[in-house]
């Protein structure tokens, strides 16, 4: 018992001594380094246009899936993408010549797992096309189909949409 | 030479809607805000961003805002390719007010070119400032209406559903709903929250609780038990049909 005690104490002291002469040896001085992490979201993968070709009048068409999109949050609450058509009509070089947008459904190709995902026409004032409530990062593609009215006038039409990813 | 106008005149006549070129370009498109909500007192009167291009193309950001307390000092700003930048926004609160949180909403929006294509996207990432001005706030979250279906079977998912109302409250609120997880609920804002119920008893009833709302659901493998009664039927009939071919 008597050797324990000693064998603690010489090491204590050993420990002390150490700690002791690296203080005075090395000078140290404490330096806090902090940052901090805030709700970040990080949207890729959207193209900047795209094209539909040249289609009938009368017919339906797909445009090219655009994607892979993806959507990441740090944020517990997760995210979510709004698409706002910027306008009520596809518009054509004659601006008399328009499509109403409601014409364009627009809708996730596969919804990711843990995402909620809607199909809609396009509207101004925004809907809703992928939720999420949780931290995290999901890939997916969104695919829009176009209804051409029969009566359509020849012309190049063209519309500017909205995607906005925004943290919940 | 009548030939070549016979055919300008045919193409001219079988011509439809014209949606110019076919391949989607991609555009090496990364954007990157922080923060993306962001809770600041009254007295704070600027709020800095981050944006950061992570992708392979440069990009030409414009800030736009909505509401009238908030300036931003760049109304657009380059981007290059892999590069940050910080912006900022200054708030400018109205000497009169209404008590509790204002939200703002800032969009950074990477613009796109003007180069006739069909569709053009502005793609945004929006943030959110919550202007808690305090004063009399009204803090009246309500959590009710979960629902749940009576039965299920054992191997689906049935759904949750949940009504968290916070419209009778004048600011935000950060909550955790049980298994819904953490829920934001700005001042005024209703919602109703869903989740696939899982896991959960493979049989037997279930029962969820949230706060003091609760609800419960029979778990039964009745696709299985369904199945199991199909084979049976078909067996006795194959026994049915033997022993009359039997005879």
Same mark, same amino acid.
């Given at each position: 018992?008597?050797?324990?005690?000693?064998?603690?104490?010489?090491?204590?002291?050993?420990?002390?001594?150490?700690?002791?002469?690296?203080?005075?040896?090395?000078?140290?001085?404490?330096?806090?380094?902090?940052?901090?992490?805030?709700?970040? %979201? &990080?949207?890729?993968?959207? *193209? /900047?246009?795209?094209? #539909?070709? =040249?289609? @009938?009048?009368?017919?339906?068409? +797909?445009?090219?899936?655009?994607?892979?999109?993806?959507?990441?949050?740090?944020?517990?609450?997760?995210?979510? %993408? &709004?698409?706002?058509?910027? *306008? /009520?009509?596809?518009? #054509?070089? =004659?601006? @008399?010549?328009?499509?109403?947008? +409601?014409?364009?459904?627009?809708?996730?190709?596969?919804?990711?797992?843990?995402?909620?995902?809607?199909?809609?026409?396009?509207?101004?004032?925004?809907?809703?096309?992928?939720?999420?409530?949780?931290?995290?990062?999901?890939?997916?593609?969104?695919?829009?189909?176009?209804?051409?009215?029969?009566?359509?006038?020849?012309?190049?039409?063209?519309?500017?949409?909205?995607?906005?990813?925004?943290?919940? | 030479?009548?030939?070549?106008?016979?055919?300008?005149?045919?193409?001219?006549?079988?011509?439809?809607?014209?949606?110019?070129?076919?391949?989607?370009?991609?555009?090496?498109?990364?954007?990157?805000?922080?923060?993306?909500?962001?809770?600041?007192?009254?007295?704070?009167?600027?709020?800095?961003?981050?944006?950061?291009?992570?992708?392979?193309?440069?990009?030409?950001?414009?800030?736009?805002?909505?509401?009238?307390?908030?300036?931003?000092?760049?109304?657009?700003?380059?981007?290059?390719?892999?590069?940050?930048?910080?912006?900022?926004?200054?708030?400018?609160?109205?000497?009169?007010?209404?008590?509790?949180?204002?939200?703002?909403?800032?969009?950074?929006?990477?613009?796109?070119?003007?180069?006739?294509?069909?569709?053009?996207?502005?793609?945004?990432?929006?943030?959110?400032?919550?202007?808690?001005?305090?004063?009399?706030?009204?803090?009246?979250?309500?959590?009710?209406?979960?629902?749940?279906?009576?039965?299920?079977?054992?191997?689906?998912?049935?759904?949750?559903?949940?009504?968290?109302?916070?419209?009778?409250?004048?600011?935000?609120?950060?909550?955790?709903?049980?298994?819904?997880?953490?829920?934001?609920?700005?001042?005024?804002?209703?919602?109703?929250?869903?989740?696939?119920?899982?896991?959960?008893?493979?049989?037997?009833?279930?029962?969820?609780?949230?706060?003091?709302?609760?609800?419960?659901?029979?778990?039964?493998?009745?696709?299985?038990?369904?199945?199991?009664?199909?084979?049976?039927?078909?067996?006795?009939?194959?026994?049915?049909?033997?022993?009359?071919?039997?005879?």
């Amino acid at each position: 018992m008597k050797t324990i005690r000693m064998l603690l104490a010489a090491l204590f002291a050993t420990g002390a001594l150490a700690i002791g002469a690296t203080s005075a040896l090395a000078g140290t001085q404490a330096t806090v380094m902090s940052f901090s992490i805030p709700v970040t %979201i &990080t949207y890729t993968g959207l *193209a /900047a246009t795209y094209n #539909g070709g =040249t289609q @009938a009048a009368g017919s339906t068409f +797909a445009f090219p899936d655009q994607g892979p999109q993806t959507l990441s949050t740090n944020g517990t609450l997760g995210a979510h %993408i &709004t698409v706002v058509a910027a *306008a /009520a009509n596809f518009v #054509g070089v =004659t601006p @008399a010549n328009t499509i109403p947008i +409601a014409n364009d459904t627009i809708s996730v190709v596969a919804c990711p797992s843990g995402a909620t995902c809607s199909s809609f026409p396009l509207m101004v004032s925004g809907q809703t096309l992928l939720n999420t409530t949780v931290a995290g990062t999901w890939s997916f593609s969104s695919h829009q189909s176009l209804v051409v009215p029969a009566a359509q006038l020849p012309d190049s039409y063209s519309l500017t949409i909205n995607f906005v990813a925004n943290a919940n | 030479m009548r030939q070549a106008f016979a055919l300008l005149i045919a193409m001219a006549a079988m011509a439809g809607i014209h949606l110019p070129a076919v391949a989607a370009v991609p555009s090496g498109f990364a954007l990157t805000l922080a923060p993306a909500v962001v809770v600041v007192p009254p007295e704070q009167h600027t709020v800095e961003f981050l944006l950061i291009n992570q992708g392979t193309q440069d990009q030409t950001i414009g800030v736009n805002t909505v509401a009238g307390w908030e300036t931003p000092l760049e109304a657009r700003f380059s981007l290059p390719a892999g590069s940050r930048h910080v912006t900022t926004v200054e708030l400018a609160m109205p000497a009169k007010h209404d008590a509790g949180d204002h939200t703002i909403l800032v969009d950074f929006s990477a613009l796109p070119p003007d180069d006739g294509s069909t569709i053009k996207v502005v793609r945004t990432v929006e943030a959110r400032i919550i202007v808690a001005t305090g004063a009399h706030v009204i803090n009246d979250l309500r959590i009710f209406g979960l629902s749940a279906p009576l039965i299920a079977d054992s191997w689906d998912a049935p759904a949750l559903n949940l009504i968290v109302d916070n419209s009778r409250s004048n600011v935000h609120r950060v909550v955790q709903v049980g298994l819904f997880g953490q829920v934001l609920l700005e001042r005024g804002q209703r919602r109703t929250l869903s989740l696939a119920w899982t896991p959960h008893p493979f049989v037997g009833v279930g029962t969820i609780t949230v706060g003091s709302e609760s609800a419960s659901t029979v778990f039964v493998p009745w696709k299985l038990l369904l199945l199991v009664l199909l084979l049976v039927l078909v067996l006795l009939l194959i026994r049915l049909a033997r022993r009359r071919s039997g005879r």
